[in-house]
Antibody, heavy 120, light 106 residues
Framework: QVQLQQWDAGLLKPSETLSLACGVYGGSFNNHFWSWIRQPPGKGLEWIGQ???????KYNPSLQSRVTISVDTSKSQFSLKLASVSAADTAVYYC??????????????WGPGSLVTVSS | DIQMTQSPSSVSASIGDRVTISCRAS??????LAWYQQKPGKAPEFLIY???RLQSGVPTRFSGSGSGTDFTLTITNVQPEDYATYFCQQADSLPPTFGQGTKLEI
């Protein structure tokens, strides 16, 4: 059973860069996509972007100018950087695995979430 | 982006009731739809994919239906552990997008 572990980012000031990492334990790193998804307090879910084991990344156009997702297959980890944060970026950030089921990819395993607060 | 709209935003039910939650896509997505359950302070859990297929281990009181733009999640015989927020998500095209959620309350 795969488990995803996240490391907290905590409190950031406006204009700083958010950095999060997610470790993958107990499963194959290949044959999946690895995503970051965020959820502002009391609100819905927003997909940030994804990466595969070879480093091919895709991003949500709404955040593309500020987002970088990278992968380190030797450590079975992937990471998120979000530049120039503002209060609007305050959210719980989840890492998630997406797997292929019946011709499409769905988020079948999620990390526990990391609360990131942006405040001066 | 494909917009996903859920209704209602909240629903009240008693133990043993049958509950239906609707999800509408802004354009046709075939059956490429998932449902997730989220409890307070926890990550979402994957319930249903391809509109109607139960993920392994999900109780059979959960069922999904629909295709194209209109989808439904049904919970028959609601149990105490089902009180949570439910999200739909389209997997037809990037970026994947989610509904705003439906909270199932006592």
């Amino acid at each position: 059973q795969v488990q995803l572990q996240q490391w907290d980012a905590g409190l950031l000031k406006p204009s700083e860069t958010l950095s999060l990492a997610c470790g993958v334990y107990g499963g194959s790193f290949n044959n999946h996509f690895w995503s970051w998804i965020r959820q502002p307090p009391g609100k819905g879910l927003e997909w940030i972007g994804q990466i595969n084991h070879s480093g091919s990344a895709k991003y949500n156009p709404s955040l593309q100018s500020r987002v970088t997702i990278s992968v380190d297959t030797s450590k079975s980890q992937f990471s998120l950087k979000l530049a120039s944060v503002s209060a609007a970026d305050t959210a719980v950030y989840y890492c998630a695995r997406s797997s292929r089921y019946s011709f499409a990819y769905y988020f079948d395993n999620w990390g526990p979430g990391s609360l990131v607060t942006v405040s001066s | 982006d494909i917009q996903m709209t859920q209704s209602p935003s909240s629903v009240s039910a008693s133990i043993g009731d049958r509950v239906t939650i609707s999800c509408r896509a802004s354009q046709g997505i075939n059956t490429w739809l998932a449902w997730y359950q989220q409890k307070p302070g926890k990550a979402p859990e994957f319930l249903i994919y391809a509109g109607s297929r139960l993920q392994s281990g999900v109780p059979t009181r959960f069922s999904g239906s629909g295709s194209g733009t209109d989808f439904t999640l049904t919970i028959t015989n609601v149990q105490p552990e089902d009180y949570a927020t439910y999200f739909c998500q389209q997997a037809d095209s990037l970026p994947p997008t989610f509904g705003q959620g439906t909270k199932l309350e006592i």
